[in-house]
């Protein structure tokens, strides 16, 4: 049972690149997440999804795009790197009405 | 809009003793509450959550948190620790009503101490 999968586990980027960043998730939650950990900070929601074809907008939405094509997968996108986005991503899910979020293991980016 | 404050950021403590970090959160609407605790190097794993019922809720590895509505607080404690509970805690609330997004405190390093 994998859980919540994130590929790929680190990654470094030149300022300006773009990437995407893939959950995987095999429990059939509705619910996705998208968060990043900075030192201090705790985890911020980037971006959500309540369903398959939707997506909305957490605490810092800015510089990231997401989709949701299949009800399994998350992807999140840079389409533009900048420093200030070298974090660890963490992608979550979970059922409906939040009594329990499962993460994955964590995607080391690094923007040089 | 709800928030969540973890009131030490780093708590030192030797092996054995005891230790409670704190957690206050404030809201307006009734709220899910959770502890996770995350290892070097790795995810988020829950701990425990209180959802409704008895205000007292207890992990497997002897941790347990009160919830506590009138001081808007859900503190983590245990009576003796190990070197292995060396980890950053989390604090998290969920409104059930709302998407159930979690928002997290600003995370609580435990370092144990031989």
């Known amino acids: 049972n994998a859980g919540v999968t994130q590929t790929p586990k680190f990654r470094v980027l030149k300022t300006g690149q773009s990437m995407t960043l893939l959950c995987a998730q095999d429990m059939n939650h509705e619910y996705m997440y998208w968060y990043r950990q900075d030192p201090g900070m705790g985890l911020r929601l980037i971006h959500y999804?309540?369903?398959?074809?939707?997506?909305a907008k957490g605490e810092v939405p800015d510089g990231y795009n997401v989709s949701r094509l299949k009800k399994q997968n998350f992807l999140l996108g840079l389409e533009s790197a900048a420093p200030s986005q070298t974090s660890v991503y963490f992608c979550?899910?979970?059922?409906?009405?939040?009594?329990?979020?499962?993460f994955g293991q964590g995607t080391r980016l690094t923007v040089v | 809009a709800q928030s969540v404050t973890q009131l030490d950021s780093q708590v030192p403590v030797f092996e054995e003793a005891p230790v409670e970090l704190r957690c206050n959160y404030s809201s307006s609407v009734s709220v899910y509450l959770f502890w996770y605790v995350q290892y070097p190097n790795q995810g988020l794993q829950l701990l425990l959550k209180?959802?409704?019922?008895?205000?007292l809720v207890e992990s497997i590895n002897g941790f347990e948190a009160e919830f506590n509505k009138s001081q808007t607080s859900f503190h983590l404690r245990k009576p003796s620790v190990h070197i292995s509970d060396t980890a950053e805690y989390f604090c998290?609330?969920?409104?059930?009503?709302?998407?159930?997004?979690?928002?997290f405190g600003q995370g609580t390093t435990l370092q144990v101490k031989p």
């Open positions: 209180y959802l409704s019922g008895s205000t």
């Open positions: 979550a899910s979970s059922y409906p009405q939040g009594t329990e979020a499962f």
């Open positions: 998290a609330v969920s409104d059930p009503s709302n998407t159930g997004k979690l928002i």
């Open positions: 999804s309540v369903g398959e074809g939707t997506t």
